[in-house]
């Protein structure tokens, strides 16, 4: 049984930072595409950062550029998503997802993911 969870989500002040974590079971990451997507209320699930099989690849969404890390570490079977000076607007539920089927280079920031965590809350405000 495949399970993704995510974990280290918050309410945090603007400028703060938060590491997110995803932990997945019955699923090696090293054979897949890992994702980290978001959600405000009342939006679209946004792709904001994927990391390749390997790890040596990595794509972000331009509002995250800058801020956003992603990493794995391969002997936990964990990726990381660390972010740094959080806005109002980062505001949302954050997803892990993992997938065999494509390239992070390629759809890597697109939902089309096979498997997916159930979230943690990420709040930044005063």
């Known amino acids: 049984q495949v399970q993704l969870v995510e974990s280290g989500g918050g309410l945090v002040q603007p400028g703060g930072s938060l590491r997110l974590s995803c932990a997945a079971s019955?699923?090696?990451?090293?054979?897949?595409?890992t994702g980290w997507f978001r959600q405000a209320p009342g939006k679209e699930r946004e792709g904001v950062s994927c990391?390749?099989?390997?790890?040596?690849?990595?794509k972000y969404a331009d509002s995250v550029k800058g801020r956003f890390t992603i990493s794995k570490d391969v002997a936990k079977n964990m990726v990381y998503l660390q972010i740094d000076e959080l806005r109002p607007e980062d505001t949302g539920v954050y997803f892990c997802a993992a997938s065999r089927a494509f390239a992070c280079s390629g759809h890597g920031l697109q939902p089309g993911y096979d498997e997916w965590g159930e979230g943690t809350q990420v709040t930044v405000s005063t």
């Open positions: 990391i390749s099989r390997a790890g040596d690849v990595t």
């Open positions: 019955g699923y090696i990451l090293t054979d897949s595409v």
